[in-house]
């Protein structure tokens, strides 16, 4: 079993920033890809972005410029600075992550999920 913890969220104004941490560990033999998604009240889970194993990134057009996914593959760990947030930024954030297992089985992980809550 794998699993993944957050940290960061929090309560911030509009314009300020935030940076997100999640950790991985159990039964890992390689991550793959690791990164963020969010969830707005009555929206749809979607894709902030992601980061491979040799730190090829992608982002969400919504967050471009603002925000940056960084990794430690030493220490299992994915990271996202938030700048410039915006009230429209407000979700649950979720990390994600691809993982092979010892016995080279490859599954998608989720952490439980940080409340971000940018203010106006």
């Known amino acids: 079993q794998v699993r993944l913890v957050e940290s960061g969220g929090g309560l911030v104004q509009a314009g300020g920033s935030l940076r997100l941490s999640c950790t991985a560990s159990?039964?890992?033999?390689?991550?793959?890809?690791m990164g963020w998604y969010r969830q707005a009240p009555e929206k749809k889970r979607e894709l902030v972005a992601t980061?491979?194993?040799?730190?090829?990134?992608n982002y969400a057009d919504s967050v471009k410029g603002r925000f940056t996914v960084s990794r430690d593959n030493v220490k299992r760990t994915v990271h996202l600075q938030m700048n410039s947030l915006k009230v429209e930024d407000t979700a649950v954030f979720y990390c994600?992550?691809?993982?092979?297992?010892?016995?080279?089985?490859?599954?998608?992980?989720w952490g439980q999920g940080t409340q971000v809550t940018v203010s106006s």
């Open positions: 994600w992550s691809n993982v092979i297992n010892r016995d080279f089985r490859a599954s998608d992980y």
């Open positions: 980061i491979t194993h040799t730190g090829r990134t």
């Open positions: 159990g039964n890992i033999f390689i991550i793959g890809v």
